[in-house]
């Protein structure tokens, strides 16, 4: 028994993991892929024997799901959510089991996530996100552009095309997110499980199986695991022959790991993003802490603070004066107070917990409010700096930082920042641009970075409805 093995204390030897390819799932094959030391053995079926169906070795196989309307691409989707009911369908429920068994999500993640994918797939949402997206105008009609040089007119349109998703596995709902997506832009899509979710996209596929075997998008639709870097695999699927799109979850990471992509491959990145905070506490009021705090608890705790949106730093502006130091330890032991009311209390991962032991050895600008070894915890820094750990922030951890001037708070912002929260609220106009300059993409009210996502608009930067497409223009 491997080490690994031995861990898995009370649950049996191996876990094993679906293996879905184009509406059929494989049997069981006893092919053992280790994990990292602590974590269940995965036994899951050897995806290099199985390339030949796992591919779409031609374009032209997509014609089945290109002829699709979107009106059936929506109504066959509606009718998968409908499936995946909580209260109806036990595939999520015993999705939901195994996450409880083999993940570290909080009972409320899991909850409101499942309940989220569930509504990702609601008729109301999937045809507002058409309208609002035009993919179906984009795709099923040449547009006419421009004039040519020559006087002749220049059309294009958008074809659908064969995808590889390496996605992450922090928030569960990524899985619906991929397989909506892939629908809507008719993709042939074969999806990587993430070693820390291997339960929630099969559990979408299975139910697809049982709404509809023999729909074109489930014929489309393949999930499978394989250990990231096994050449066997990846020798045969990176390959522009069979891959049109690679989409990478998990940015310089995850192309480290995948050495063996081409320069002919379209390679998108979901690159590692964190949100942050910018408060002008100059301009809020004694009586507005409280409603302040509630708010910056309200963005740290969703989703345990695991979205690209989530919270990690608090940029607080504090003009120089009596009690300025003060306020900034008030606001502090408001907003414990506030992610108390709403983070579920967990142990501290431990190296995030010997990050803080080891901060407070002598620190003079760095005061820390929360329970030892416990999350929510808030880190105050005095000196101006964020602490260099704010990347193993989860779970209601979160870093106040005092600066002087909005200025000093703009000069933080990067292309890291996925989602800036402005507090007060009327203070957005007047930043948006230098935000968006300095590299940020999305810039929400506090309060709201995970309110309001608009799904159909750009993610990360871009439009990727759009990127997910081949673009066709004839001249």
């Not at 409320?108 to 609002?132: C, G, H, N, P």
């Not at 002598?362 to 964020?386: W, Y």
């Not at 203070?427 to 709201?448: M, S, T, Y």
Request: net charge negative; proline share 5%.
């Amino acid at each position: 028994m491997t080490p690994a093995e031995s861990m898995v204390s009370g649950l049996s030897k191996a876990l094993f993991v679906p293996t879905l390819i184009r509406g059929r799932e494989l049997a069981p094959a006893n092919a053992r892929i280790k994990t990292f030391p602590g974590e269940p053995v995965v036994e899951a079926v050897d995806v290099a024997g199985e390339l030949g169906t796992l591919t779409l070795s031609r374009p032209e196989g997509l014609a089945d799901l290109q002829a699709l309307p979107m009106e059936e691409i929506v109504a066959f989707l509606a009718e998968v959510g409908d499936a995946l009911a909580l209260d109806r369908h036990s595939r999520i429920e015993a999705a939901i089991a195994n996450h409880r068994q083999y993940s570290n999500m909080s009972e409320r993640m899991l909850t409101d996530q499942f309940k989220y994918i569930v509504d990702l797939f609601s008729r109301d949402l999937l045809e507002r996100w058409i309208r609002i997206a035009r993919i179906d105008d984009r795709m099923n009609q040449w547009h006419e552009l421009a004039v040519a040089p020559s006087k002749k007119p220049v059309r294009m349109r958008a074809v659908g095309c064969r995808s590889l998703h390496v996605i992450a596995g922090n928030v569960p709902s990524i899985g619906g997110l991929t397989i909506i997506r892939s629908a809507l832009v008719r993709a042939d899509a074969i999806i990587k499980l993430p070693r820390n979710d291997l339960f929630t996209v099969p559990a979408i596929i299975k139910t697809m199986v049982d709404v509809d075997a023999k729909h074109p998008i489930v014929k489309h639709l393949s999930a499978a695991y394989w250990q990231g870097g096994d050449p066997e695999v990846e020798g045969g699927l990176y390959n522009s022959e069979c891959i049109e799109k690679l989409v990478l979850w998990g940015g310089d990471d995850a192309t480290r790991r995948s050495p063996r992509i081409g320069a002919d491959m379209d390679v998108i990145v979901f690159g590692p993003k964190m949100g942050v905070a910018i408060v002008d506490l100059d301009a809020t009021s004694d009586d507005e802490l409280p409603r302040l705090a509630a708010l910056l608890a309200l963005d740290v705790c969703e989703l345990d603070q695991m979205a690209c949106f989530s919270p990690r730093v608090i940029y607080t502006i504090v003009r120089k004066g009596h009690g300025s130091v003060d306020r900034c330890k008030e606001l502090s032991r408001s907003v414990l107070d506030a992610m108390e009311r709403r983070c579920d209390r967990s142990p501290l991962r431990p190296m995030l917990a010997q990050c803080i032991k080891a901060m407070q050895i002598g620190a003079i600008d760095q005061v820390v409010f929360g329970q030892s070894g416990m999350s929510p915890r808030v880190l105050l820094s005095l000196d101006g700096e964020k602490v260099e750990f704010v990347e193993r922030f989860s779970r209601g951890v979160v870093n106040i930082v005092v600066l002087q001037s909005v200025e000093q708070a703009l000069a933080k912002i990067s292309i890291k920042n996925q989602t800036v929260a402005v507090y007060p609220a009327h203070l957005k106009a007047g930043l948006r641009d230098e935000i968006g300059l300095r590299g940020a993409q999305r810039i929400v009210d506090v309060g709201a970075a995970a309110v309001d996502v608009s799904l159909p608009g750009p993610q990360d930067g871009f439009d990727v409805l759009g990127r997910l497409c081949r673009w066709v223009v004839e001249e």
